[in-house]
């Protein structure tokens, strides 16, 4: 029997890493996992994918491990000797790095060094796959493009920039096969419950069902590409089997505003949002990124990836997942 590839995926109990370890599973790879330590268990959105690794059948792996811990890092990857590794693992909410701009910067920028000065280190031949943001485009008008110039407008785009080099000076210096994917907003039912599409589904399902009567958000004037994370995982592993190693924007090339995607998630239950919706300050961030459009022709002609759900439906696919589970759910998500 053919020996299985291997595959490092950090961020595996995150929304990202939840679509790939599957993809890569159902591709017949033995998959492994970056999980940090947590006084819960955090494996919610992995655990349908869990065999007990005693049974012979496991090809899912998980270790326990931070990306500001760089000697762990050097470890594992010696241990799991990987081919491919996907780092996905970040603080990734852009209004929290406002709060959190040090954390942010040391797990969401510098702990892409760690990994990718942790591979040097061990002269581990594989395929690295960086998780980049269109975030980094901010106020940069669209469309955006591989060419587009940057213009963070919080400390997560920031970091992001600085790890998006990071990635391309160990690709130029080294040799590495090492990739930006510059993928635009992607949703799906296993979205943080605090990003505006899954607070906007989940108030929809909450509203339905008498749990909840208003639904408090910012700036609802922002045009989103809003794509479904299911198939930007496909890109990721689509990157990492091209024939060289180059960044690629990820996008839908669709527009839609915060307003839009209220209309279409209430209006799949025939409600008015403007009766539900209230405005709260708390969540408008100090600079915000007004316009985010991708064209993603590269991804297209390159390696032949196109989206599959565009909004509205990606919309009405959310909320009808939050309906199908809301009696499973007591109690509201935190007001973040
Ligand atoms: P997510 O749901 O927030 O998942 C983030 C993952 O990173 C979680 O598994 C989290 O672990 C882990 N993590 C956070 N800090 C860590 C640390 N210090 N060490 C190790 N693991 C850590 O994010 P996502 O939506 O799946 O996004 C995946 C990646 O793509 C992120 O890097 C994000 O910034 C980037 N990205 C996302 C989008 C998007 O629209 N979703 C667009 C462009 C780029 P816990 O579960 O323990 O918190
Ligand atoms: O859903 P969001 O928090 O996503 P944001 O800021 O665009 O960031 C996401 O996409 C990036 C890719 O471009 C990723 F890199 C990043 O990791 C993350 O996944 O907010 C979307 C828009 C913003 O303009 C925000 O101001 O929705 C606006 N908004 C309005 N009211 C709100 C709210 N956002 C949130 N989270 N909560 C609100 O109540």
């Not at 403007?274 to 408008?284: M, T």
């Not at 007591?330 to 973040?336: D, G, H, M, R």
Request: aromatic share 12%; with cysteine.
């Amino acid at each position: 029997m053919e020996t299985p590839k291997k595959a490092l995926i950090t961020g595996i109990t995150g929304q990202d890493g939840s679509y790939l370890a599957e993809l890569l599973l159902q591709k017949g790879y033995e998959v492994h996992g970056i999980v940090r330590r947590s006084s819960q268990f955090n494996t919610g959105r992995i655990d349908h994918l869990y065999v007990d690794s005693h049974d012979p059948r496991a090809r899912l792996f998980l270790h326990y491990g931070d990306l500001t811990d760089g000697s762990r890092l050097v470890t594992l990857l010696e241990k799991v000797q990987p081919a491919e590794v996907y780092n996905l693992a970040a603080q990734s909410h852009v209004r929290v790095s406002f709060d959190e701009p040090e954390f942010t910067g040391l797990s969401t920028g510098v702990g892409s060094t760690r990994l990718l000065e942790a591979i040097r280190m061990i002269g581990l031949e594989c395929r690295y796959y960086q998780a980049s943001s269109s975030e980094m485009f901010g106020a940069t008008p669209p469309p955006q493009n591989e060419a587009t110039p940057f213009w963070p407008r919080s400390p997560y785009g920031a970091a992001k920039v600085y790890a998006y080099w990071m990635t391309r000076n160990y690709r130029e210096a080294y040799g590495m096969f090492a990739t930006n994917g510059i993928l635009f907003n992607h949703e799906s039912p296993r979205r943080g419950e605090t990003f505006v599409t899954r607070k906007i589904s989940m108030a929809v399902a909450n509203i339905v069902a008498g749990k909840q009567d208003y639904l408090y958000m910012g700036n609802l004037d922002a045009v989103r590409d809003w794509g479904y994370a299911k198939d930007y995982v496909e890109a990721m592993w689509m990157m990492l089997q091209a024939d060289k190693a180059e960044d690629f924007v990820v996008a839908t090339g669709t527009a839609y505003t915060v307003k839009d995607f209220l209309q279409f998630a209430f209006e799949h239950v025939n409600l008015d949002w403007e009766k539900y919706v209230r405005f709260d300050e708390r969540y408008l961030r100090p600079t915000e990124v007004d316009s985010l459009i991708g064209d993603a022709s590269k991804a297209r002609d390159v390696l032949g990836w196109t989206p599959k759900v565009l909004p509205p439906e990606l919309a009405k696919l959310m909320v009808d997942a939050d309906m199908s589970t809301i009696d499973l759910r007591t109690k509201l998500p935190a007001q973040l």
